[in-house]
């Protein structure tokens, strides 16, 4: 069935960079998304790449995308202590349902 | 700015009661969607809606309901709340159209607890 796997949990040093990794399974997914979700606060839109693009880069953001091996990654320049959230990697699976990982908390460590 | 709100972001219920969780987005979305939200399991949806009164259950719908009267707001139910129940609950919404990619927008959840 549909699933959207990814690590729990990921500690990084200030001014380090942050790669977050996720794996999914519907090779039919059009849209891939990272999902941001900052303490007491529900989820916001990060970034998202088109399935028929290799990466997406916005300012301290690169997405990477392998359709080949349905493995998608946020990468986060410079990382900052505000950065601390949880991030959810997501995949559309056609129709109205997204798929939902079970998110990434990263700790960012002044 | 765009906003989804939910009625509370706290709640303490008692096993037995029946819960309403209130959800409203001043967006003129059509779709809307309720998720729980366990640590370890990610956001698993509950149902979700695509119009007034439409409605379509989602991955754990049992022990729940919902009700779409009007386009801005969609309401979830817990009719005999259990203790299995406690979790954050969080209220989304998009637009229908293919043209753009199906964001959702969320609300700042609302944890219930169950006792």
Redesign the interface.
Known sequence: GEDVEQSLFLSVREGDSSVINCTYTDSSSTYLYWYKQEPGAGLQLLTYIFSNMDMKQDQRLTVLLNKKDKHLSLRIADTQTGDSAIYFCAEDTGGFKTIFGAGTRLFVKA | DVK?TQSSRYLVKRTGEKVFLECVQDMDHE?MFW?RQDP????R?IY?S?DVKMK?K?DIPEGYSVSREKKERFSLILESASTNQTSMY?C?SSLQSRAV?????????TRLTVT
């Open positions: 989804v779709n998720y370890g399991l990610g956001l949806l979700f695509y379509e989602g969080l989304a990619s199906y964001e959702q927008y969320f609300g700042p959840g």
